[in-house]
C-alpha cells in the first residue's frame, strides 16, 4: 500500500520539507485559506496537515481528512505525523526533490552532472540523482550523513534505528 499524500498548509511549512527529505509527497499550500485547502485535497487526495483552528469551525467534507498537529515545533510535528499515519517502514531518505516535492531520479550516466556539480563533488560520488522539475542534483555525500543524524534527531534514536537507508 502506497503512503499518504499530503497537504500542508502555510502554519507549517518546515513540516513540508521534513516529510519530503524522508520520501513522502507533502504539497505545501501558501494560502491560509481553509476552503481553498480543502479542494486542493479534494482534487488530489491528500490528507490536509494543519494548525489552522478554523477547521474546527467550518464543514469539511467527509472524503477530506485533517489531522491537527499538536506541537508547533517541526520536529514534533515529523514525529506525530510519522507514528499518525505509520510511515515508519515507509521512509526512504533522499528519494525525493526537498524544494519542489517530485521524486528525484537516477543519473544513469556520471558525465551528465559533470559540468552542473562542484568538481570535487563529481569525481568522489558515483551516484547523482536530479529532480525532473528544478533540475537539481541530490548525492550520497557527507551531507547525507548530516542529514541521517538529523532524522535521528528529530525521530529519536529508537525510531531511527527502523529506517531502512538506501
Ligand atoms: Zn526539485
Known sequence: MKPVKFLVDSMAGKLARWL??????AEYERSGNPEFLIRRALL??????????????IRVPRNVKVFFLSSEKTNLQVREVVEKFGLLRHIRPFTRCIECNAELER??????VKLKV???IYITHDEF?????CHRIYWKGTHT?????????????????KIKYF
Open 118 to 120: 562542484p568538481y570535487f
Open 20 to 25: 519530503r527529505m524522508l520520501g513522502f509527497d
Open 107 to 112: 543519473v544513469k550516466n556520471k558525465e551528465d
Open 145 to 161: 550523513e548530516a542529514m541521517i543524524n538529523r532524522i535521528k534527531l528529530v525521530l529519536g534514536e529508537e525510531l531511527a534505528k
Open 44 to 57: 488530489e487526495n491528500r490528507v490536509i496537515l494543519t494548525r489552522n483552528l478554523k477547521f474546527s469551525k
Open 129 to 133: 540523482s536530479i529532480c525532473p522539475k
